[in-house]
């Protein structure tokens, strides 16, 4: 079970079908009407906790004045690396909730297949990482704890091209998107915010790719460098 805050995370997750119990502050009433009339539509009764009670459930500054109880939502790993998957994204010891939960997030937006947490990576359920989703993990598959050869092993079965994000790479996204290799089912992996990907990792990829910076910025954020490989991966595949 875990937390989930806010309106649009709590309404994502009714749609799912996952929640178990909410919890509403009767001073947030007036503007989550329709939200709690959803929950009952449902049979689930909402339970009041005024601000103080209900921010002992959050980590957030200012609660947003409804939380939801959910069932995990996470699969196993041949739920999300599949045969007709094209377009999945592998966070590699990903640690910050943050940069995870915009990971979900964008793949979701660009309609990716699913995303996988590896081991090592942080907890799907972290409240920061569940807000930072915005409600996109009930929208899509993942699959965590997963061991990273045995994603790519997974990958290669199912048919799809597996791609490292790294500065070190070979070979430029934009040259990938030119010779319409990017219209191939693909596999994305994305490193650790510090360290990126160990030798022994990349080695596992079919091409280390890098983006290509044009300013002065030294290198992309995490969840940056994935929104710009997963969107241009996905507009390859739909004019492809």
């Given at each position: 079970?875990?937390?989930?805050?806010?309106?649009?995370?709590?309404?994502?997750?009714?749609?799912?079908?996952?929640?178990?119990?909410?919890?509403?502050?009767?001073?947030?009433?007036?503007?989550?009407?329709?939200?709690?009339?959803?929950?009952?539509?449902?049979?689930?009764?909402?339970?009041?906790?005024?601000?103080?009670?209900?921010?002992?459930?959050?980590?957030?500054?200012?609660?947003?004045?409804?939380?939801?109880?959910c069932r995990?939502?996470?699969?196993?790993?041949?739920?999300?690396?599949?045969?007709?998957?094209?377009?999945?994204?592998?966070?590699?010891?990903?640690?910050?909730?943050?940069?995870?939960?915009?990971?979900?997030?964008?793949?979701?937006?660009?309609?990716?297949?699913?995303?996988?947490?590896?081991?090592?990576?942080?907890?799907?359920?972290?409240?920061?990482?569940?807000?930072?989703?915005?409600?996109?993990?009930?929208?899509?598959?993942?699959?965590?704890?997963?061991?990273?050869?045995?994603?790519?092993?997974?990958?290669?079965?199912?048919?799809?091209?597996?791609?490292?994000?790294?500065?070190?790479?070979?070979?430029?996204?934009?040259?990938?998107?030119?010779?319409?290799?990017l219209a191939?089912?693909?596999?994305?992996?994305?490193?650790?915010?510090?360290?990126?990907?160990?030798?022994?990792?990349?080695?596992?990829?079919?091409?280390?790719?890098?983006?290509?910076?044009?300013?002065?910025?030294?290198?992309?954020?995490?969840?940056?460098?994935?929104?710009?490989?997963?969107?241009?991966?996905?507009?390859?595949?739909?004019?492809?």
């Open positions: 079970m875990f937390l989930a805050e806010g309106p649009q995370a709590v309404r994502e997750a009714l749609r799912a079908g996952v929640v178990t119990d909410l919890y509403v502050d009767p001073s947030a009433q007036d503007r989550l009407t329709a939200l709690v009339d959803e929950a009952f539509n449902l049979g689930i009764v909402p339970r009041e906790l005024d601000t103080r009670d209900l921010g002992s459930l959050t980590d957030t500054v200012t609660p947003q004045g409804i939380v939801a109880v995990r939502v996470d699969v196993g790993l041949a739920d999300v690396v599949r045969p007709g998957a094209t377009l999945l994204v592998c966070c590699v010891q990903v640690r910050d909730p943050g940069n995870a939960g915009t990971v979900v997030r964008c793949a979701d937006a660009f309609g990716a297949d699913g995303v996988v947490l590896t081991t090592g990576s942080v907890e799907l359920t972290n409240p920061k990482t569940v807000r930072a989703s915005v409600g996109s993990l009930f929208h899509l598959p993942v699959t965590v704890g997963a061991d990273l050869a045995a994603v790519v092993d997974a990958a290669h079965a199912a048919g799809l091209q597996v791609l490292a994000a790294d500065g070190s790479g070979d070979v430029e996204l934009s040259a990938l998107s030119r010779t319409g290799e191939q089912p693909t596999l994305w992996l994305m490193g650790n915010e510090a360290w990126g990907m160990p030798p022994e990792d990349l080695a596992l990829a079919d091409r280390v790719v890098r983006v290509p910076l044009y300013g002065a910025a030294e290198s992309l954020n995490l969840a940056t460098a994935a929104a710009v490989c997963l969107y241009t991966t996905a507009t390859a595949q739909h004019e492809g």
